[in-house]
Nanobody, 120 residues
Framework: QVQLVESGGGLVQPGGSLRLSCVASGNIFSRYAMGWYRQAPGKQRELVATITSERGTNYADSVKGRFSVSRDNAKNTVYLQMNSLKPEDTAVYYC??????????????WGQGTQVTVSS
């Protein structure tokens, strides 16, 4: 069972930046596409970015041009660089392995997530 540990969240002012990290246990990380999700209070969890094992990336329209996803397979880690943060980016952020297709499916158990709060 792969375990995911997200970190790097915090309180940041509008316009600021944060870099989130997600470390996966085990030795199968490099085989999988990874996704970053977020869940704001009272809302459903939404997919914000994906990166394939070949480092192809895709972003939700709401974060395109502001967020950047990357991965380091040697460290079993996926990153989310978040710039020009807005109050509406406030959420708990999670990562997971994903199966990409018309419908994106998560493959592993969720970690605890990391809270991002954008507020002045």
């Amino acid at each position: 069972q792969v375990q995911l540990v997200e970190s790097g969240g915090g309180l940041v002012q509008p316009g600021g930046s944060l870099r989130l990290s997600c470390v996966a246990s085990g030795n199968i990380f490099s085989r999988y596409a990874m996704g970053w999700y977020r869940q704001a209070p009272g809302k459903q969890r939404e997919l914000v970015a994906t990166i394939t094992s070949e480092r192809g990336t895709n972003y939700a329209d709401s974060v395109k041009g502001r967020f950047s996803v990357s991965r380091d397979n040697a460290k079993n880690t996926v990153y989310l660089q978040m710039n020009s943060l807005k109050p509406e980016d406030t959420a708990v952020y999670y990562c997971n392995a994903v199966a990409l297709g018309n419908v994106v499916s998560v493959l592993w158990s969720w970690g605890q997530g990391t809270q991002v709060t954008v507020s002045s």
